[in-house]
């Protein structure tokens, strides 16, 4: 196995974040009954005309340039032409040899093309038994094609340009980017050659992907596979490879399509995508700061850990909550390593609030424990961290009698590990202090009872 090398390509499918979909009115609402989310242009009734959606547009573009690559002025639409069950009108509408965009950068990997196309309908094979069931809600809505060059060389590598790309995309706001929803599905090519060769294997291409983990596993499996047909003297045929994880392996489809295949000419319906400079400009300039961007930054302004700035930057919406605590508490490090272990979906304490009960840590008035206690309740009731700390008695005890008191109820409950404590094995003391404030529901000071500890 050390012999060969991996190589592989991408081709990402990103649905877009619209309401309606790429060529006519008709709602993208996820989880409506089959069927219902359809019209003669999607359904592709006789005389029915499609109309681009503008706003897929926009959010085409505004990915594209946060993936680096340079748009055109002008794109063509074409029809990409096979039968299926799925697809009423015989063809999908997409864009071939005149895209959207081409020759973009992520993650030290070259990005081909991003162009736009719509999507198909689904085919359900478990509704009815032994009968396929299709439902076109799908079908017609706007999708972006990112096409990578063949540039990773290990599953790992092709996982994290994966989740690179899914944080920009997020970031950038054009798509919710759910695998489980089929917002994002990935398309591996894959090949394997000897160390040292620079002509390219045959690819097959493996699909059924449906989470990054299986992208990973897939490939290494598919990769075993042909290093084992190459090695054994085979050749490896080019065709389409269904990843099965339940099974663990990837077995044959179909032979891999090319190009001419599908018989493209560009959709008589639609004139050419022109754009002007201004456009694209605009939309540029409205672009946020995108993740790479923001680790540099945080680096130089918080002087935070590389560790403690990837779990901040991978969540934008946490990323921008930390940044106003840490702004209003005047202390970056106290307010990353409050936020890092919160969830986006979970902020309902605003960030001034937040430092106000960070704030009170610092000073000495409240646990780091009492704190957590308090930050619930502020969850649910909206009240001030002061005002939580006195209804719920939290505010730090630091008098010496009160504190010996829980320290001699620990001790009785917990004798033999006093014993140990007292006879030498200092590290309890950790436990023992947890123990006193766990008694003292937070309210105890940790200092003091470490200090009274030492006298015991």
């Not at 023992?432 to 529901?441: D, I």
Request: with cysteine.
């Amino acid at each position: 196995m050390s012999n060969y090398e991996m190589v592989v390509g991408l081709e990402v499918h990103v649905q877009l974040k619209t309401k309606t979909k790429a060529f006519c009115d008709s709602p993208t609402t996820f989880g409506a009954e089959p069927n219902v989310n359809t019209c003669p242009v999607c359904l592709a009734l006789p005389g029915a005309l499609p109309v681009l959606n503008a706003h897929a547009v926009e959010l085409a573009v505004r990915a594209a340039l946060a993936l680096g690559c340079n748009v055109h002025r002008t794109s063509i639409f074409a029809r990409k032409n096979y039968f299926y069950p799925d697809l009423p009108k015989g063809y999908q509408i997409s864009q071939y040899d005149r895209p959207l965009a081409t020759a973009g950068r992520l993650a030290g990997v070259g990005i081909t093309r991003v162009h736009m196309e719509e999507d198909a309908g689904k085919s359900i094979h478990d509704r009815y038994t032994g009968a396929t069931a299709i439902d076109l809600n799908r079908a017609g809505v706007p999708l972006i094609e990112i096409v990578s060059e063949p540039d990773m060389r290990s599953a790992q590598e092709a996982r994290r340009y994966l989740q690179t790309l899914k944080q920009v995309l997020e970031y950038v706001d054009v798509s919710d980017v759910d695998m489980e929803k089929g917002s994002l599905r990935v398309d591996a090519n894959v090949s394997a050659r000897r160390m040292g060769e620079t002509k390219l294997g045959t690819k097959t291409e493996v699909k059924n992907m449906n989470t990054f983990s299986g992208v990973e596993k897939a490939l290494e499996a598919e990769f075993v596979r042909q290093v084992a047909v190459l090695e054994s003297g085979g050749r490896v045929v080019q065709q389409t490879m269904l990843w099965d994880g339940a099974k663990g392996e990837v077995r044959p489809a179909r032979s891999k399509e090319e190009s001419h295949d599908y018989r493209y000419f560009p959709e008589p319906d639609l004139p050419p995508l022109v754009l002007s400079d201004s456009y694209i400009e605009e939309i540029r300039r409205a672009l946020p700061e995108l993740p790479d961007a923001r680790r540099t930054r945080y680096r130089e302004q918080y002087a935070l850990s590389d560790q403690e700035i990837d779990e901040l930057v991978a969540d934008q919406p946490l990323a921008a909550y930390f940044e106003e605590t840490a702004t209003a508490l005047g202390d970056a490090k106290s307010a990353a390593n409050w936020v890092r272990g919160m969830s986006s979906s979970a902020l309902a304490v605003r960030p001034a609030q937040l430092a106000e009960l960070l704030a009170m840590v610092k000073k000495g008035v409240i646990s780091h424990t009492a704190a957590k206690t308090i930050f619930d309740d502020m969850e649910k009731s909206g009240e001030r961290a002061e005002r939580v700390a006195d209804r719920l008695g939290l505010r730090k005890v630091g008098d010496d009698d009160t504190l010996r008191q829980w320290i001699v109820e620990v001790k009785a409950e917990n004798p033999t590990e006093w014993a140990r404590f007292v006879a030498g094995e200092t590290k309890l003391q950790k436990l023992l202090v947890g123990l006193v404030m766990k008694k003292s529901k937070g309210k105890a000071d940790p200092q003091r009872v470490n200090e009274l500890l030492l006298l015991h």
